[in-house]
């Protein structure tokens, strides 16, 4: 079964600052890679998706890449703002499902 | 605007209660998802559907059921079936099976009273 674990848990950060989520998976026979963040309360958002086929996606301040053969991927946030602060979850998908970790919740201070 | 709409985004049933929850797609996804989200804890699937008429279990089905009678809508229930009900639960629906990029709706809190 696929796990996902990302690191850290938490991070807090004072703004402006650049920073790295990491994401490993324990199955590399994925489809794609979504990364979303979630909002207290709220949904999930899609920031990036990442095919199979691809190493990396950049969307704004947002560059993601996948390392599918090592079952890695992180995510790149460059000049973090206080509008960042979310929880982000990294989640690799399979023919029927999405796999989901407990995520990294980030603080962004101002 | 096309999208991911669930309703109600807050819920309470009391003890024994069933209670359905509306999850309406205007993306004309042909699959949908529910997942039931814990503090603390990922997502995890209950239902899943590909096609209108069909759907599958997913890891933690056992106290609920779904229909799938409209690609664009794909209600869960909560019967009094399942012991632990109080949870965030989320719908998701993406395009083809093989090739998912999901989208999610807001969500519905579920409280027992």
């Known amino acids: 079964k696929q796990e996902v674990t990302q690191i850290p848990a938490a991070l807090s950060v004072p703004e402006g600052e650049n920073l790295v989520l990491n994401c490993s998976f324990t199955?590399?026979?994925?489809?794609?890679l979504q990364w979303f963040r979630q909002d207290p309360g709220k949904g999930l958002t899609s920031l990036l998706l990442i095919q199979s086929s691809q190493r990396e996606q950049t969307s704004g301040r947002l560059n993601a890449s996948l390392d599918k053969s090592s079952g890695r991927s992180t995510l790149y946030i460059a000049a973090s703002q206080p509008g960042d602060s979310a929880t982000y979850l990294c989640?690799?998908?399979?023919?029927?499902?999405?796999?989901f970790g407990t995520g990294t919740r980030l603080t962004v201070i101002p | 605007d096309g999208g991911i709409t669930q309703s109600p985004k807050y819920l309470f049933r009391k003890e024994g209660q069933n209670v359905t929850l509306s999850c309406e797609q205007n993306?004309?996804?042909?699959?949908m998802y529910w997942y039931r989200q814990d503090p603390g804890q990922g997502l995890r699937l209950i239902y899943y559907?590909?096609?209108?008429?069909?759907?599958q279990k997913g890891d933690i089905a056992e106290g609920y059921s779904v229909s799938r009678e409209k690609k664009e809508s794909f209600p869960l229930t909560v019967t009094s079936a399942q012991k632990n009900p109080t949870a965030f639960y989320l719908c998701?629906?993406?395009?083809?099976?093989?090739?998912?990029?999901?989208?999610f709706g807001q969500g519905t809190r579920l409280t027992v009273v």
């Open positions: 559907s590909h096609i209108v008429n069909d759907f």
């Open positions: 998701a629906s993406s395009i083809i099976k093989g090739s998912i990029e999901a989208f």
């Open positions: 989640v690799p998908t399979g023919a029927n499902n999405l796999f």
């Open positions: 993306l004309n996804h042909d699959a």
């Open positions: 199955d590399s026979a994925i489809y794609n």
